[in-house]
């Protein structure tokens, strides 16, 4: 190789070692860089983690807030920083992607930070919505959550770190090894440049000094080119070589020096990084001792507020937060005092290690030095003693002396709440980060302390308010009772305003209805509210319905002239009589305050005095009658010669009369023992068919001329005064005959009821009006009817029957309508040995005999010929009742069925004989009487159509219609009687039309209860 190529290759070796030199220079920079970038990159994450933390330490602050004061400021806080906590955990799932080392824990922290959110936010719910209480019992427990939600931040956190610290450290290992590195290349480059110049110089200098001695040299003895023409010799190729390398050599030589200098540039650059990085390490590392200061800071702020959360009783409270204090900023000795709400004084809450009594109280104007210039300046004061002196604040027990002190007050809403007091023996002095992180506890401590003073003040408000409730409570229990008292007064005296039975109107003095009673809507039948109206209305509704209203008015502007008046009068409106009373109403203080207005209804007094007067007069005509006849055939007998059929004929005459008068003497005083409660009564069990048996038979012995039936067939016992009965029915039978046309229908009967057995006596006489049935059985009470006053009557003998029925343990009524006849019922108990039979009872001979005796019922108007037709049936021995009009005809029929009908077509009224005809054959208890027409008119065929037996044109012979009587009689009595009780409709009255053809008698029956009653009236082949 020659020179030249040789000089090149050192030449390349040199600048190779530069390249390498600045190439692991610039890779340096370029790896500190991206480490800058890393760790920059990680400080947002680190920011959001300390964010996150602080968040849900202010939710839980504000909760604690709300829970304990029901402040709504603290809902708006805790809102505030949970919107606040949702965008950080929003934020740090960013960064799940860019890390995913620590993906793992960033989820974790995402997912605790949520169920923390949740959890919190489930506690403000039931705070709000369910009760403090158990929203309390909720934020107690959710404390596992807080230490879970604070490891997954931790860890996450520590994770962090620790990439941080690795990417510093990897950042200050690489330069470091870079640099020397560099160091070393630079340091190795130098001895290279020397070596190479020595072998060079020692490889070339000899032949150059060979040169240089065949030259001449310069005065320097500096190798000079050598000028002017060179030899083209050996020697001058060489020169010329030398030269060439003389050149070579200077330039490189300049761009060594040049190269030198820019590697010295380069190293202070380097040297300069190094301390920028270095710089940056320890900024990173301040950042990161502040994170752990403040994370520490927190952590020990959360472990505080979960200790007030404890109690909410201020003396517990105050030790809990001194013995925290004093344990967390190792002090030995502190006091925590609050500020009286209700006194101007300060008292100790709580105290350790002072010559200091909990519940000291100490007044205001008492505060010096220290104690007084931290609660009124409210600033914090840090102070250290000296060996020589002692403690101008706070006195410590026994004989030990203070070192170093801090007060910090405390405030709540700008209220100055009190201070605390924490004292060191020895030491270091408190700095001022811890007097920082106490004023932030104490910040926290005064909500709590605020609440538990409120709490306080609550419980107080509560006792006292328990005093007053129960001082409350005893009065409303007087005032109840006398309350009750009134309303009982009240109640009675309405109930007895409401019982009575007068009407009662109060009127005030405004002229103004303020009460009414119920009887006196029910007596005016007024249905409305009168009060709140004026007299004007009361007396429209009850004087002007008045027969004598006008005299009523005149009474009442008599009385009412003076407003201290008071009188009465009598006013009629229409069936009735009532009495007006008037007069005023006072209070206590005898002063004015309205009138009162009685209504009363003294009908009944009027009708008794009525009714006394009417019986005055009745018995003095029932005793005057018998009384005189008996005086006047007496007399006869004694002053008169009689015969002796006279004399029998006059003493039987005296006997009835005496008898009558005996009659009424005995209902006289039956009633007056009955009324006095002497009246004995013998009761047994006997048949209640045989009773009625005899009293039938008795009247049937009488002569009476009525049908008397006895409609009853079974047997049974009832327990009575078989006497006393026999008298009820005996007055009600008399009256069924005596108010009864005569011929008429009389039923008796009694069936068993339950425990009773309920006689009836049914009549078909006049009836009874249903305005006086009430007053049917009242002492000398008669209808005022024209056709009962010809009967007579003293009005006692259904007063003795309600007097006996009663005394019986049974009840009498009536069921009557005006001229349709009457029921009476009444009944009496059973025997306890009843029995029910299955015996037949037959009517008594007289009424077997007034049975056989046929009725014909003659509708005629004609009254010569009704006379002349009645003439000779009764000659044949049927009893003829005559009609004149079709309504009195059906009603006749109504009540007793007659065994013939003699019926007119032209009659007087309204009815004409075909209606009566068509009426009597479409009812089913009259179709099968026969009934035989008698007319001018020739309508024999209309008339057998719609049922006649008959048909006889006028004029004919009377015996031609008594052979017809007779004839129809002798075919009913010949021919069998058919019951057909139908259960196929068509069936029963196929039957029927086939029945009648053949000329038998069919009683066609709606159900089966009819036919029993049928068969009872009359037998059924």
Not at 39 to 58: R, T
Not at 213 to 239: C, M, Q, R, S
Not at 875 to 886: H, I, K, L, P, S
Not at 898 to 909: C, E, M, S
Request: hydrophobic letters at 40%; glycine letters at 4%; charged letters at 25%.
């Amino acid at each position: 190789m020659n020179m030249g190529k040789k000089l090149f290759a050192s030449y390349m070796v040199f600048v190779l070692i530069i390249g390498i030199i600045v190439s692991t220079d610039y890779y340096d920079s370029k790896m500190t860089k991206k480490h800058t970038v890393e760790i920059a990159e990680l400080k947002p994450l680190n920011d959001v983690i300390q964010n996150l933390s602080y968040d849900f330490l202010m939710q839980r602050n504000s909760i604690n807030q709300y829970i304990v004061s029901k402040d709504l400021a603290a809902l708006d806080t805790y809102r505030e920083y949970h919107l606040k906590a949702e965008k950080d955990i929003t934020h740090l799932k960013d960064f799940t992607n860019k890390f995913p080392e620590i993906s793992t824990e960033i989820e974790a922290a995402i997912m605790e930070s949520r169920q923390q959110n949740k959890a919190l936010n489930e506690i403000v719910n039931q705070a709000v919505f369910e009760g403090v209480q158990d929203s309390k019992i909720l934020f107690s427990n959710s404390r596992h959550q807080d230490d879970e939600f604070l490891f997954a931040l931790n860890n996450l956190q520590n994770k962090t770190q620790n990439i941080i610290r690795n990417s510093l450290n990897k950042m200050v290992q690489q330069s470091e090894d870079l640099h020397q590195f560099n160091y070393l290349l630079l340091i190795l480059s130098l001895p290279l440049g020397v070596i190479l110049g020595y072998v060079l110089s020692k490889r070339y200098t000899n032949p150059i000094r060979k040169l240089i001695k065949a030259t001449a040299k310069d005065e320097n003895g500096n190798y000079k080119t050598i000028h002017g023409v060179l030899p083209k010799d050996e020697v001058g190729i060489l020169a010329t070589a030398f030269n060439d390398m003389v050149i070579t050599i200077n330039n490189e030589h300049s761009l060594l020096k040049e190269q030198n200098l820019k590697l010295l540039s380069q190293q202070e650059e380097m040297s300069a990084q190094n301390e920028e990085i270095r710089a940056q390490q320890e900024e990173l590392s301040a950042i990161l001792d502040q994170v752990n200061a403040e994370q520490d800071k927190l952590l020990q702020l959360h472990e505080f507020n979960t200790l007030l959360n404890e109690s909410i009783e201020l003396t517990v409270l105050s030790d809990t937060i001194l013995r925290y204090c004093l344990k967390a900023f190792k002090a030995d000795a502190g006091a925590l005092l609050v500020k009286d709400p209700d006194e101007e004084a300060i008292y100790i809450a709580a105290s350790a290690g002072l010559d200091a009594s909990v519940g000291e109280t100490i007044p205001m104007d008492n505060l010096r030095g220290l104690v007084k210039r931290c609660y009124l300046e409210q600033q914090s004061i840090i102070v250290s003693y000296p060996a020589t002196e002692v403690s101008a604040g706070i006195r410590l027990a026994e004989t030990q002396r203070s070192a170093h002190e801090v007060y910090v007050p405390f405030t709540f809403n700008s209220q100055k709440l009190g201070f605390i007091i924490l004292s060191k023996l020895s030491g270091n002095r408190f700095h001022d980060n811890e007097v920082t992180l106490l004023e932030a506890q104490m910040s926290q401590g005064a909500m709590a302390i605020n609440n538990a003073l409120v709490y306080k003040r609550i419980e107080k408000m509560y006792e006292d308010i328990l005093e007053q409730a129960a001082l409350v409570e005893q009065l409303n229990a007087q005032l109840e009772t006398e309350k009750d008292n009134l309303s009982r007064a009240r109640e009675i005296t309405r109930s007895v305003v409401e019982s009575i039975n007068e009407a009662i109107v109060m009127v005030n003095i405004d002229d103004e209805v303020v009460a009414v009673n119920k009887r006196w809507q029910e007596l005016f039948e007024y249905e409305g509210d009168l009060r709140g109206s004026s007299s004007e209305v009361l007396f429209r509704t009850s004087i002007d319905c008045l027969e004598n209203s006008a005299e009523a008015y005149n009474k009442l502007t008599e009385i009412m002239a003076h407003p201290m008046n008071q009188g009465e009068f009598n006013a009629v409106q229409e069936n009735r009589v009532l009495r007006v009373w008037t007069g005023p109403v006072l209070d206590r203080a005898e002063n004015l305050i309205g009138r009162l207005y009685v209504f009363r209804d003294i009908t009944i007094e009027a009708e008794v005095d009525r009714m006394k007067s009417e019986f005055v007069s009745t018995v003095s005509h029932e005793l005057r009658t018998p009384l005189s006849s008996i005086l006047g055939f007496s007399e006869l007998l004694l002053i008169k010669k009689l015969s002796e059929e006279a004399r029998t004929k006059y003493t039987k005459t005296i006997h009835k009369e005496a008898k009558r008068l005996t009659d009424l003497v005995n209902d006289f005083l039956d009633l007056q023992r009955m009324e006095l409660g002497k009246q004995v009564y013998d009761k047994e069990d006997f048949i209640a068919l045989d009773l009625l048996a005899e009293v039938v038979e008795s009247f049937a012995a009488s002569g009476v001329d009525h049908d008397i039936t006895l409609q009853t067939v079974e047997r049974f016992f009832i327990n009575a005064d078989k006497e006393r009965v026999t008298q009820v029915l005996i007055n009600l039978l008399s009256n069924a005959v005596k108010f009864s046309p005569k011929g008429t229908k009389i039923t008796l009967g009694v069936t068993p009821d339950e425990e009773y057995a309920k006689f009836f006596i049914k009549d078909q006489g006049l009836g009874i009006p249903k305005d006086v049935q009430d007053n049917l059985f009242s002492k000398f009470y008669r209808v005022d009817n024209s056709d009962r006053r010809k009967i007579g009557g003293t009005g006692l003998g259904l007063s003795i029957c309600k007097e006996i029925v009663e005394a019986h343990g049974g009840k009498i009524w009536v069921e009557s309508e005006h001229g349709h006849g009457s029921v009476f019922y009444f009944t009496v108990k059973l025997s306890e040995k009843s029995i029910t039979g299955d015996a037949e009872i037959n009517s008594a001979p007289r009424l077997q005999k007034d049975k056989s005796i046929k009725r014909v019922l003659l509708v005629e108007d004609d009254r010569s010929l009704a006379l002349l037709f009645k003439e000779h049936l009764a000659d044949c021995g049927y009893r003829v009742e005559v009609r004149a009009t079709g309504e009195e005809a059906l009603k006749t029929i109504k009540h007793s069925k007659p065994d013939v009908i003699i019926l007119d077509i032209l009659l007087a009224g309204e009815m004409n004989g075909w209606t009566i005809l068509q009426t009597l054959k479409q009812d089913k208890s009259t179709e099968n009487i026969p009934i035989i027409v008698s007319s001018c008119l020739p309508e024999k065929e209309q008339a057998l159509a719609l049922g006649a037996n008959e048909y006889l044109i006028k004029p004919f012979e009377p015996q031609l219609l008594i052979r017809i009587v007779k004839d129809l009689l002798s075919r009913e009595k010949d021919s069998q009687t058919f019951m057909i009780v139908p259960k196929n409709q068509k069936v029963s009255q196929l039957l029927v039309m086939r029945l009648k053809e053949k000329g038998f008698f069919v009683k066609d029956i709606i159900d089966e209860k009819e036919a029993i009653l049928v068969s009872m009236d009359k037998p059924i082949d």
